[in-house]
C-alpha cells in the first residue's frame, strides 16, 4: 500500500456506502461496516460529509423556474388530453 | 408536491376531470425543465423538452395503468425527449465516460498524523455545514455545478434517484439498465457530488483565513 492511500478496509467501506446510508446492506455486512466505523475515526467523517452531501441532492430547490406557460402552448396540450379523452370513449 | 397528490391528479385527469390539467401542467412543466435543463444544459431546450413531454404523456395518457406510477411514467418520456433533443442539438452528449472509484475517495495526508500515530485522511470540515443551509442558494448553486459536471450516465442516475426521489426500480426501468447499474452510477455520482462540493468547503475556509 502506498503511503498515501486508503487502507484495503477503508476503501471497501468507501465501496459499500451508498447501500450502507441508503439502508440497502445486509445485516451481516451493515454490522462488518460499522465495526470498521468504531475504529476508524476518518471513515466516520467522510460517511458524515457523504451523507450531508446526499441529503443536499435530496433537498435541492432549482432557484430558476420555466417561463410562463403561453396561451398557445396551453392550448396545443389542453387539445391533447381532450382529444386522448375522446379517443378512449370512441375505444 | 408530493407523490400521492400527482397520483390523484393523474387518477382525476383519466377519469376526464379537467379541473386538475392546470395544476398537473403546471407541477410536471417545472421538474421537467429542471431535470432537462441539467441534463441538456440549454434551457430552451429545456423548455422545448418540458413541452414536448408534456404533449406525448397526454396523447399517451391512456396507456398509463397505473396512476401510481405517474412520475416514472412521465420521467420515462421526459428521458426520451431528451435524448432526441440532444442527439439533433450541436451540443450534443460526449460519449459515455466512465467515473473511478479510487479517483472519487479521499487520500491520506501524510503530513497530518493523528494523534495515534494514525495519518488523517484529508477531508474538508463537514461540521460547519448547518442543516438549514440546504437552502442557501450558494450551496445550490456549489451542487447545480457539480451535477453538471458529472458525465451523463451519472448526472441522469443522481436526478432521477435522489432529486425527484425515484426508486432503484423506478430508475432502472426509465434508463433502461438494470438495477446494479443503477446501484453503481448511483455511488459513483454520489461521490463525484461529494467531492466537488468538498473542494468548494475546503477552498471557502481557506478563504475565510486569509
Sequence with gaps: MKAN????QCKEVFAALSEYLDLEL??????ELEAHLRGCPPCIEFVESLRKSIDLCR??????LPKALGEEARHELHEAYKKMLLAREDH | MDRQLEVELARRLLAGEAQAFDRFVEHFRAKIFHYSWLMCGQREDAEEVAQETLMKTFENFRQLQDPER??????????????TKRRRSIFAPAPAQELSLDALVPSRDSRAGGRDGSMKIEIADWSHL???????????????AAIRTLPEIYRSVILLRDMEQLSITET???????????????HR???AVRKHLDGRLRNSVKEMAR
Design chain 1, 59 to 64: 433537498g435541492y430547490s432549482p432557484g430558476e
Design chain 2, 70 to 83: 405517474v412520475r416514472p411514467w412521465v420521467f420515462r418520456i421526459a428521458k426520451n425527449v431528451c435524448l
Design chain 1, 5 to 8: 492511500e486508503p487502507s484495503e
Design chain 1, 26 to 31: 445486509s445485516p451481516a455486512s451493515c454490522e
Design chain 2, 172 to 186: 432502472a426501468h426509465i434508463l433502461e439498465v438494470s438495477e446494479d447499474v443503477v446501484k453503481t452510477r448511483l
Design chain 2, 189 to 191: 455520482a454520489r461521490l
Design chain 2, 130 to 144: 448547518p442543516e438549514d443551509l440546504v437552502l442557501k442558494t450558494e450551496m445550490m448553486n456549489e451542487l447545480q
